[in-house]
């Protein structure tokens, strides 16, 4: 169903009020953050990101903390655009091509896994920060694309390699 002019026009403003709207509460934090930097000197916060170094930060304030990276200057991709702040440990291992070990020494937060609240609390970690580190370890936004597509070529070549024969009677 195609959309009218009158429908395109109010999801653009209210894509602009909403864009305002995360553009004021991040100078906000950012003030914020800095009044909390000049207090917390010597306390065990990240300077940068103004999180616990234990990396183990838990409770209601979370989606509060906000990493004081200047989201206006980042270029992002088509799939990153108006999507939540944080990202899972699997999603940036995929996403971002990062491995395990640089995952380690990011910021993150623990949340209760929405599938089962049994199984182990999920690590999520700051899309922006995560972003900012693939793209330092790959050269930039067109290294990451290409390490990303290098990738899905290897498996696809690996899963063609392993189901080349599946076709192929066996005469017995």
Known sequence: MALTEEQRERMRMNRERA????????EEA?????????SAKGKGIHSISGVNNNNNKRGGDDEKAVLLEEEEDVELEEFEIGVSQFVTKREAMQTYCLPDATLSICPFIERDNPRNKNWNTMKLFYRSD?????RERHGGILGLVEERNKRKRK?????????KD?????KT
């Open 19 to 26: 864009l305002e709207i995360r553009r004021k509460k991040m």
């Open 30 to 38: 950012a003030d914020e953050a800095a009044k909390k930097k000049d």
């Open 130 to 134: 995560i972003r900012r580190r693939a």
């Open 155 to 163: 498996q696809l070549e690996r899963d063609l390699e392993n189901n």
């Open 166 to 170: 599946i076709f192929k009677r066996n």
